[in-house]
């Protein structure tokens, strides 16, 4: 490419700066225009230029705000994928909206714009004003709708996010006392004096960006959240937020903190163990539906850290790039697969929706059926999925990496894990109990099979092992 | 080449069948017949000269840094057990015909013989796994939708049982993986004839690390018991095999049931030397309880579709029998011994095919399948009973069928590699008798239960299949040599 965007920092957030433009002018064309279609448009149109516009950016390393704002091809990678998950999401959003579209849509880009910018940030301030811009923006998302349980979700959602906020300026404050600095270079030993309170900045850092990606013990309000959001919400909450606070706290603690390599290992390690045990136990007896993927994605995210556990476990070069090529692979996938089955369940027509609910709709609507069906076996890790090439390299990595306590662990919850996947299945092919009608309007069956599509698409991003392998170092400063 | 062209053409037509609305069964039949047709050509023109090795093996790189090929290949005893395969698949398919079945149904069954067929046919790790995993969706959804009031059950749990089985098949495929290209200067390969390679493990795995070589071997091992299935793994089997409609039975207890064999004989034989002496104790130990306990359980069976699936879980005993005894033996009398488990394996497909597929025919007119309601049935029905009478003595391994080839091939290899504890194997093969008997004087013999009415015997059609199905075990029990010379060259190939 010839044409270079990134020769200034002005250049380097066209996208940025493009979107926001969108939203502000989505605000004054609220007054006239009411119409949910013309915004999903508006939204989706310039979602998409704002990719190309990433996609321009000069492919080599460039770094601004003194290592602050790093552009390399890792951080467009994650960027175009959350991109991706809010341009997946915001078709069906748009069609259940009742009321103010204006306001949902442009408080979904400015969304994106926190987004972005905390894809390419390699500081703790950066971070941490990108993540507040997320956390506010997806209270307001998850408020919308008029219906008391929308609130309630919210309020507790609220109410906790705000204490891990302040977790994260407390672990903010006690990194930058025991490195004296924001940004996240590797800082290569930490003297004895520091030890304390960078230990304290990781805990504290722990439980604020943990709880974004709800691992355990910091995930009950994402059951509660995700059941009481509307649909397109929770699955935009459970893949592209999600995705996000994984890249986050990939780069913080694995860069941040590389100078305290056994301390991130053992305490992911058993975060990562808890986290997916609990998941997927507390999904095998749940009945509700949404609170059924909303502890599957706590025990996705269990799956997720153990890429963490590889890295900080001071493994050999092929079992590093094999994790981080994981993770970015796994992200993309999970999108897809859990983004998908959280719009796949507006096809239930209630407020409460139970898993018996679907019996029945595998005669009435089998290519529906048929996709949802696809993402759970994609969930269960499955082949020939996406979700188990994911889950391949991830097993591989860990084997590489000789924690094979760590690929038991894993490999045995993600077997039991297929289990209640699986009953979902089976109640669909059920004869339904009584008559029953099922919403499969369009917004609703064309991103369910485009998820299910993709699910089965990307297994040949296997062929893209060369590349990606190639840019997986891009996750700190170097190279 | 060939082969994986049959193998395109199967997946072809596995497209054609769910997407055709009209005419589902004859569609389905038509296409299993030709697969089966092709399938007997291509062994009889490759195979008449077979000297062990692989054969039309080709390979199509996908990712080289990570050593992901598309590489098939087809040895002795794979040919075996692709024939089993397309036989099992055309009876099943056949016998299907007169319940209500949609198209899902024989697309499922299509794609069925894709996953085996492609298992088969696999000499790239990665893809043998995933093969071997996406046979299981289809029995999965077979038994799902179609089973009786217990399916979802059944379904289940035949589906978390062989899963947990499987993934520990991945950890070990992964640890010769990572090993390998560790110690090959970071040359990665899936490749199965590269890693396993008994040099290779014992030089860069069981000298540096013992511990992993023992994780590869459990994973194999469980994975395959499971499968197989065998003592204390076997709870899924019963479920399955009595819930699934009778044509997905047939295809459980002669396709499927393969699976775990084929893992013992195709991964497993190969890197024979890395595994210990205790290990293969261990092995006939629980081949000769599987045989001992599955007999007595089905013994006590008042559901003759329930005892014939005990029957078959006792007779993969031999299986495991056999495998152990190839590994303690040694020289030639392991030639004997494995070869006579790979012959196990297809005679047992084809004689559970004969059973169900006859036991099917009794249920339609009788309608049930208890032994204590069903008695005389020579007076009504004289073919089906013949032929039902046919399997049975096959399954108890009578002289001249094809049970009996592998028995005494396992027998006569158990009496040099265990000596006097061959009388529990005995002890096995008389229960199994035994019972194989009793059933067939409750259900053929004795008063006729005049509260069937009158029933009709089998149609031209039907014992078409019947007959097909007894003139293959007929012709491997009198001229074994058809099978039993590719098996055997395969076995001393690899060894």
Do not use: C
């Not at chain 1, 259940?96 to 408080?107: A, M, Q, R, T, Y």
């Not at chain 2, 595994?275 to 006590?300: E, K, N, Q, R």
């Amino acid at each position: 490419m010839t044409f270079v965007l990134n020769s200034s920092i002005l250049e380097s957030l066209y996208p940025e700066i493009f979107l926001g433009l969108v939203a502000f002018g989505m605000l004054l064309m609220g007054r006239r225009v009411k119409d949910w279609v013309v915004y999903t448009a508006v939204s989706i149109i310039s979602l998409l230029i704002s990719m190309i516009l990433l996609l321009l950016f000069d492919s080599s390393n460039s770094s601004f705000f003194g290592g602050a704002f790093v552009i390399n091809n890792f951080g467009l990678y994650f960027a175009l994928i959350l991109i991706t998950s809010s341009l997946y999401v915001s078709f069906t959003a748009g069609s259940e909206l009742k009321h103010d579209p204006e306001i949902f849509f442009s408080i979904f880009l400015f969304v994106n714009v926190a987004m972005i910018i905390a894809a390419f940030s390699l500081n703790l301030i950066f971070i941490f004003i990108a993540f507040e811009g997320i956390s506010i923006g997806t209270y307001i998302l998850s408020a919308h709708g008029k219906s008391k349980r929308n609130l309630e979700a919210s309020a507790k959602y609220f109410f906790t996010g705000v204490i891990a906020t302040g977790f994260i300026v407390l672990g903010s404050s006690f990194y930058f006392l025991s490195t004296g600095t924001f940004n996240l270079v590797s800082v290569t030993s930490i003297s004895l004096i520091n030890k304390p309170s960078m230990l304290l900045a990781m805990i504290l850092l722990f439980v604020g960006f943990g709880f974004k990606l709800a691992l355990v013990p910091l995930q009950q309000w994402a059951v509660d959240a995700y059941d009481g959001t509307k649909n397109p919400v929770s699955a935009f909450l459970s893949s592209g937020t999600k995705v996000l606070a994984f890249l986050v706290i990939l780069r913080v603690f694995l860069v941040g903190f590389s100078s305290m390599n056994t301390d991130v290992f053992y305490l992911f390690t058993i975060v990562s163990i808890v986290t997916m045990t609990y998941g997927n136990f507390a999904a095998l007896s749940e009945n509700n539906l949404k609170r059924m993927l909303a502890y599957s994605s706590i025990a996705q995210a269990g799956y997720l850290i153990l890429v963490l556990d590889v890295v900080s476990s001071n493994a050999s070069h092929f079992a590093f790039t094999v994790a981080i090529f994981a993770a970015m692979y796994y992200s993309l996938v999970y999108i897809f697969m859990k983004g998908g089955a959280f719009i796949a369940s507006g096809a239930v027509r209630e407020d409460k929706i139970m898993i018996n609910d679907l019996s029945g709709i595998g005669l009435k609507s089998p290519v529906f059926a048929i996709s949802l069906g696809i993402m759970m076996l994609a969930l269960a890790g499955i082949p020939p999925t996406a979700g188990f090439f994911a889950k391949y390299y991830l097993f591989l990595a860990l084997i590489s990496g000789n924690l094979w306590y760590l690929a038991v662990i894993g490999i045995l919850n993600s077997a039991i894990s297929v289990f209640y996947y699986l009953k979902i299945i089976v109640v669909m092919f059920r004869p339904a109990t009584e008559e029953r009608d099922f919403n499969l309007s369009r917004p609703i069956l064309i991103p369910v099979i485009i998820g299910a599509a993709m699910s089965i698409a990307l297994s040949f991003l296997i062929y893209g092992y060369p590349y990606i392998s190639s840019i997986v170092a891009g996750l700190g400063v170097g190279v | 080449m060939f082969v994986l062209l049959i193998f395109l053409l199967t997946i072809i037509f596995a497209a054609i069948s769910i997407l055709l609305k009209k005419k589902a069964w004859e569609t389905a039949a038509v296409e299993s017949f030709i697969i089966l047709v092709l399938t007997a050509i291509y062994g009889l023109v490759d195979f008449r000269a077979y000297t062990g090795g692989i054969v039309s093996s080709s390979s199509y790189p996908i990712d080289r840094s990570i050593g992901i090929t598309f590489s098939t290949g087809v040895d002795g005893l794979s040919i075996a057990l692709i024939f089993l395969t397309t036989v099992i698949m055309f009876a099943a398919i056949y016998t299907a015909k007169n319940e209500k079945f949609d198209r899902r149904f024989y697309g499922l069954m299509m794609f069925t013989e894709v996953g085996l067929y492609g298992l088969l046919i696999s000499r790239n790790f990665l893809f043998f796994y995933v093969f071997w995993e996406a046979i299981i969706i289809p029995v999965f959804l077979l038994i799902a939708i179609y089973g009786d009031s217990r399916k979802e059950k059944a379904s289940l749990k035949f589906f978390v049982y062989t899963q947990i089985g499987s993934v520990f098949l991945l950890l070990s495929i992964l640890t010769l993986f990572s090993y390998y290209g560790s110690s090959h200067g970071n040359v990665f390969t899936l490749n199965m004839s590269n890693l396993l390679n008994p040099a290779f493990i014992t030089k860069d795995i069981t000298d540096k690390v013992p511990f992993w070589t023992d994780f590869a071997l459990f994973g194999f091992f469980f994975a395959f018991l499971v499968k197989m299935p065998s003592f204390p793994l076997h709870s899924w089997l019963p479920d399955a095999y009595t819930s699934a409609p009778y044509p997905v039975t047939i295809v459980l207890s002669g396709a499927i049931s393969l699976m775990g064999g084929y893992g013992f004989f195709a991964v497993l034989m190969p890197i024979a030397p890395v595994i210990g002496v205790s290990t293969a104790w261990f092995i006939i130990g629980l081949g000769i309880f599987s045989l001992i306990y599955f007999a007595l359980t089905a013994m006590f069976q008042p559901n003759t579709k329930k005892m014939m699936a005990y029957a078959s879980a006792a007779s993969m005993g031999f299986i495991s029998i056999s495998f152990g005894d190839g590994i303690l033996a040694g020289g030639a009398v392991s030639y004997t011994a494995f070869a006579g488990g790979i012959y196990q394996i297809l005679a047992h497909g084809l004689i559970m095919g004969l059973v169900f597929a006859s036991l099917y025919l009794i249920k339609q007119r009788a309608g049930t399948e208890s032994n204590l309601s069903v008695s005389g049935l020579w007076r009504d029905m004289p073919y089906i009973s013949a032929f039902f009478l046919a399997g049975i003595m096959a399954s108890l391994g009578l002289p001249g069928l094809a049970g009996f080839i592998s028995e005494a091939s396992i027998v006569l290899s158990s009496y040099y590699a265990i000596g006097a504890l061959i009388f529990m194997v005995i002890f096995g093969m008389i229960i199994t008798a035994s019972y194989h008997i009793w059933v067939v004087q409750k259900t053929l013999n004795g008063p006729f239960n005049e509260n069937m009415g009158k029933l009709k015997d089998a149609k031209g059609s039907e014992i078409l299949l019947l007959s097909f199905l007894f003139v293959l075990i007929l012709v491997l029990g009198i001229y074994p040599n058809l099978f039993f010379g590719p098996i055997l060259s395969f076995v001393k190939g690899v060894i």
